[in-house]
């Protein structure tokens, strides 16, 4: 018998896109199951900008659609990677006239920062689970087996 794990497919159109903030979607994809880090589908309309984070790990984002445009002013269009490693701090936008869709993975933790560069706000797989879950009870949709690492 082996004790190797089996496929655990997500099927992500049957998730609704889940509020962070006005313009801002996301679709969960994994949480690693000791909560180190995530993976999502992120949404942004036109014109919404992240604001300037830090990474405490790697992040790999792989634009799925529309555009974004980086902080250093280079444009990521459909089909484009970036890789950000730990220490990485950066913002960005949704650019042109078309939804940006993104597929994220995240290692750690970002922490926003305000002007003076001090951590205001935590984002990490922990919180983003728990604001899937708590979209599950509101919309009452069971989450979905697989996805929700370390429960």
Known sequence: MSCIPSARPVDTSRL??????PG???KPVTYFPDLSGW???LRLEPGTKIPRHRHTGE???FNLSGSRRLDTG???GPG????EPAGNVDSWEAFGDDPCIVHIEVNGR???LDAEGRVIR??????????YLDWCAAEGVEPQPGLVGGI
């Open 16 to 21: 609704g896109w889940i509020p962070l903030a």
């Open 24 to 26: 801002l979607s996301f």
């Open 39 to 41: 993976q999502l589908l």
């Open 59 to 61: 992040v790999h984002a």
């Open 74 to 76: 280079e444009v990521i």
């Open 80 to 83: 484009m990677y970036v890789h």
């Open 110 to 112: 970002n922490e926003y």
């Open 122 to 131: 935590i984002a990490d797989a922990r919180g983003s689970r728990q604001d």
